[in-house]
């Protein structure tokens, strides 16, 4: 059964009081439309029977900014100029879904649909029947009402600006999303009728259309809030932004997490974690970051696109960024290690301590005050306090190489490119620009002075 997905993403957003479009406003990280895409690709990808064969994304005037954010060239992106309308809207996509079996329609601005929910919705369909995704609520304010006759079948929805109070009374409510049979859209469409406070073409009265006609209508209901959820204030924004965030968290404390307060953890992207892991407050973890067993994150970190294995330790308000961290590391507090750096097991990076596209063997200890970027380091080297690699000449960007075993004194500049051998010693207050030698101490320093003659000026 050939399937055309119609996302509407039509609406200006008028309420967000803001210059970008209600879809692309962030929730977990991301604009809401890529959540909404998120479970397209996973339709596209299921094993199911449908062949998704067409993608039709609804637009206002700002398609432009869209696109930019959705890279799937075979979308066929479709200009609804005039908003008068969700009816409105799939009558404008419909001329290019014509050669498919039947309309799934969502919206781009329920960034929580599940595919599995929507592959229900098409089940129940059979492919001839239109088919309403319901839900029930127990306050269901804002909501066009299910209405049914003493069978119980579906026979009509009635928006909530339209419903009586015997209606609105009703808890079984409509998400707007459905299965439609585009044989019988081409019938339909044409009936539809503005008749209502807005004076738009409601897509809900295709209902009562086909059950007028005794067409039958079928739907499937979710109990899941959370995916039929949309977003149309700052308020509901910010409402489901931490809904999503506490669903995130009792999912891993589920799994064995130790979360120490569920309300001030951001995930925003993927987090995996084993056993045994502890998160302090205010973590916020971005794009796919998992942590092994017996890890403990401290207060106020930040993890973009790392891992972290077991009984690796980072100590509060540290910033690890597309890293990888082997087992038993200590890291922090205050630590920031940037993009491509490796840390081998057992590696103690301290506070104040910047890494940048560097590897760290195991059992290295750089512990206070250090800037190592471009660097391959040994094992079990120390590196003093304020120990900078000079790895930038304002144009080109130079390597340090550090052998195993070595000392490195406090407030050394290692001028890149440079050589530090195995065993080597550095002393404390040196600039080296040239290979330090092997098993030797190396240092350089300007000789102390007394002035005698000198004033402090007053």
Known sequence: MKVAIIILAAGNGLRMQSDTPKVLQPIAGKPILMHVMDTVNELLSSKSAYDFSKICIVVNKQYDLMRQHVSNKAIQWVVQLEQKGTGDAVKQALPFCSDCDVMLVIYGDMPFIRSETLLKLLDHSKGQQLTILTSQLANPTGYGRIIRNQQHKLIDIVEETDATKEQKKNIEINTGMMVIPISKLKDWLPQMKPNNQQK??????????????????????????????????????????????????????????????????????????????????????????????HVSIGAGCIIRNS?????????????IDQSNIASHCNIGPWARLRPHTKLAESVCIGNFVEIKDANISKNTK??????????????????????ITCNYDGINKYHTQIKNEVFIGANTALIAPLIIEEHATIGAGSTITQTAEAGYLTLSRVKQRVIKQWKRPR
């Open 307 to 319: 891992h972290l294995a077991d009984y690796t330790t980072v100590n509060p308000y540290s910033i």
């Open 200 to 293: 738009e073409y409601y897509l809900t009265d295709l209902v009562h259309i086909a059950s007028s006609q005794n067409a039958c209508v079928q739907s499937h209901t979710t109990y899941h809030i959370l995916e039929i959820t949309g977003v149309n204030t700052r308020q509901q924004q910010i409402e489901l932004e931490r809904a999503y965030q506490r669903w995130q968290s009792d999912n891993l404390i589920q799994k064995g997490v130790y979360i120490i307060d569920p309300n001030r953890l951001d995930i925003r992207g993927s987090l995996s974690a084993g056993h045994d892991v502890t998160i302090d407050i205010n973590c916020i973890f971005e794009g796919t970051v998992s942590l092994g067993n």
């Open 366 to 387: 750089i512990k206070h005050l250090s800037y190592i970027g471009n660097a391959d380091i040994g094992e079990q080297v120390n590196i003093g306090a304020g120990t």
